[in-house]
């Protein structure tokens, strides 16, 4: 089993930085993968970015290429997602995700391949 605890969302002008934090507790063999996940209202949810926890192999949505970045601490457990360069697009709920197995960087994109998942920040970019 594995727990994810988000934190670091709020209200930011664009063109402004935020940092997601997920503290991953429990089985490290459980979370191999790791990613977040947003959705805004009335929109589904969509892949942001994803690590391989071993590995630090790192893929992203073309959307957010560039100007956010995923990095883990295996060390402390964290997982972090840089935002920079906020646009009134990106404002959504932000959730954490854990899968048990990594397949590649093409499978880190699909919400099918995560068992776990945290209760997710709200992020919301002013414009």
């Known amino acids: 089993q594995v727990q994810l605890a988000e934190s670091g969302g709020g209200l930011v002008q664009a063109g402004g930085s935020l940092r997601l934090s997920c503290a991953a507790s429990?089985?490290?063999?459980?979370?191999?993968?790791m990613g977040w996940f947003r959705q805004a209202p009335g929109k589904e949810r969509e892949f942001i970015a994803g690590i391989a926890w071993s590995s630090g192999s790192t893929y992203y949505a073309d959307s957010v290429k560039g100007r956010f970045t995923i990095s883990r601490d295996n060390a402390k457990n964290m997982l972090y997602l840089q935002m920079n360069y906020l646009k009134p697009e990106d404002t959504a709920v932000y959730y954490c995700a854990a899968g048990t197995s990594y397949r590649g960087s093409y499978y880190l994109a699909l919400s099918s391949e995560y068992n776990y998942w945290g209760q997710g920040p709200q992020v919301t970019v002013s414009s």
């Open positions: 429990g089985r490290a063999a459980s979370r191999s993968s």
